[in-house]
């Protein structure tokens, strides 16, 4: 019995009818005018909506998250059509393209699974198709990864709520048409949890006040600003009530941290094809980079390691457990620190072609790589999840340890 070739996509894993429905799908929609609208989105640094109509039009989201029932409290995405997905995005060596398209993904997710209200459920359907563009907001300046710094508030008024704030990073926001904002209810505190009152709202864009669009280190295409809130919604924009808030944030964060594990197995595999063919192809002493035994172990090292991070996402693909957040964040947290590892590594390897953004995409990639290790959670706070869940092993302690 054989399986699919070390570097081919996890899409190759389909067994299933509607996997290999779904593999077909990818196929056809992540074609040559995909990737030139990935191309285009770095140098035009603005994200291309026509990449999720392609998706919607393609059937992409909708097989995706037809493999969940959204009237169901498990309302999920298999996790193959998720990480399939984001391998796939990973490829397209443009880190703005995949994570705003794992930002949409993430928040399809929170609304599918705590979307109920007629509203909530049109704009799911309509960000599957491809009509509508999602993002998320939740920090505020100085807060970081931290909740506790949130400010932004929601008071009831008038049968629904006034939405009073900032957000100091809102991605996609200049492009996209609905945002799920993170704010406090004053007042609303459950179980004495600092965050506890934290309540999720749908906003659309044209009720904020949007802030001029940052010059980024890389992923251009992932247009970020600033925004200000202050606008009276409709009780139907509640997506999650305070006591319900931070596990409906959780679970579309969880979302898009196993996204970008999938995206960065797609970019080192990208960055690694195009290494080895520089070493083969670049002379150096009079014979190719590749007969040179330091950079040959060195790419071989890297490679081994790539290896053992896609049979662990195939592995999840497979292996029909369901999401969760401590395994999100020791992937996700896993996957960027070798994701920025290769990068430099192949890099480097370039040589001074590596450094010129004109003549090789290496040093764009590098730079775009160090966002998988700060967005959707830094290294630490990913760290900090996966260390809550370790389990001492007091019987084996008492039988081999004395002191």
Known sequence: ?????????????????????????????????????????????????????????????GMKWDTAQQDSPQSHTDLYYLLAFAERLGRLGSAGVAAGMSLHDSSIAILRRFGRSEYLRRVAQDAIAGRTLLCIGAT???????????????????GGYRLVGHKKFLSLSPVADVAILVV?????????????????????????????????????????APITVDTWLPAEHLIARPGTGMAALTWGISHERLSIAGQVLGACDSALGLTVARMKRREQFGTPLFAHQALRLRIADLDARVGVLRWALRGLALSGARLDARTAAAMKVTAARLGSEVLSECMHIFGGTGYLTEQSPLGQWWCDMKLARVGGGTDEVLWELVAAGLVPDYDSYDRLVHE
């Open 1 to 61: 019995m054989t399986g699919p070739g070390p570097a081919e996509p996890l899409s190759a894993l389909a067994a299933t009818p509607r996997q290999l429905d779904f593999a077909a799908a990818l196929d056809a929609a992540f074609d040559e005018k995909m990737q030139l609208l990935a191309d285009e989105a770095e140098s035009a640094r603005v994200f291309p909506r026509e990449v999720v109509e392609i998706l919607g039009d393609r059937g992409v989201l």
């Open 140 to 158: 505020e300046n100085g807060g970081g990864s931290d909740l506790q710094g949130a400010v932004s508030t929601a008071v009831a008024e008038r």
């Open 184 to 224: 406090r209810v004053p007042g609303a505190t459950v179980g004495g949890s600092g965050l506890s009152d934290l309540a999720l709202f749908a906003v659309p864009i044209d009720r904020l006040e949007l802030g001029p669009v940052y010059a980024k280190v890389g992923a251009h295409g992932f247009v970020t």
